[in-house]
């Protein structure tokens, strides 16, 4: 019994030392990305502000800032854009300035809870910072490089952690605000990352008495996780199988569902990573090692998917913007959309260069996407 009350003791102990730190800003935060959804995760949603000891920056290939309220979120957007890790910048969680990561000494697997992920990782601009914390919450010292190998061997499992305490318990609460307290027309095709719908339900007050950032960070993932695609479920989206890999680049197509196209044939498809792939296939499917059975001449169909309702549409039907500020699996990307007016509103938003129709795509224009 006595034993029983000194584990219980420490544990308490633990617990209580792990609440004594706190990841949110003590001061004005510093926020590096631009417009009113600088205060929220592009990836996730949650609260810079609120996550600020564990914020981490970036800068993409066209120079765009962006603020993730983790290392975990920063992981998960290397998948989507090709961003220098040696650029990437972290939060010291003692001054709270923004220091470069790659100089930073991180403490991995410390008492205090991790940011979207089992294992926390904060970092320090001193040394000595970093092991006075490891004095009082435990945890190592680890560089960023080896920090940033934890966050991307864990993401599988840490996904699926959060996944599953957001259909537990944030999905219902969001649902249930949502059908309570927000404007049912909301437009989610308005918005191209969560951090903009939020800003949007903010600014706009779409959603009434919001008591605290966790009901909007609930709403919001409902919202952007779930009624987004709940029509799209229903009708024709594109279905890759988990063994299908791009002819052109070998990446497997499933990992990146709102980039996926296919080419159709009498008794087969092929499916790839995003409309640039799969057109360089269209035009020389033999540079690829293909078969005569891949011709044009034997093509039934070709389908793409609508940037903004992630439904597949008709390829030869498409609207295509080019040279835009959006990034797909593999860099630059013709970006299909199922009607003109979303193709224009997509071009102003993000700088895109022009528009054009299936008929206008070139050969050669297609490799100048990857220069």
Known sequence: MKLFILSLLVLLSISLNAQSFTKKATSTPTLTQEGKNKHWCPVCGMSIKMFYKTSHTS?????TNRQYCSMRCLAVDIKKYKINLDEVKVVDSKSEKIILAKDAYYVVDSIVPGTMAKVSKLAFAKKSDALKFIEEYEGKLATFDEAFKMAQDSLKSDIAMVTMKKKKKIYPMGKK?????????????DYLEINDLKASIKEKNLCKELK???QFQAVALYLWEVKRFGDAKDKDIIKVEKNEKCPVCGMFIY?????AAQIFYKDSHLSFDGVKDMMKFYFNPEKWGEDKNHTKKQISKMVVTDYYSQKAIDSKSAFYVIGSDVYGPMGHELIPFDNLESAKRFK?????KKIIKFKDIVEKELYKLDE
């Open 59 to 63: 800068k993409l290939p066209n120079k």
């Open 177 to 189: 605000i949502f059908d309570k307290k927000c404007d049912k027309t909301i437009n989610l095709n």
């Open 212 to 214: 605290n950032e966790k």
């Open 255 to 259: 990992k990146y569902p709102r980039w």
């Open 348 to 352: 102003i938003d993000h700088k895109g």
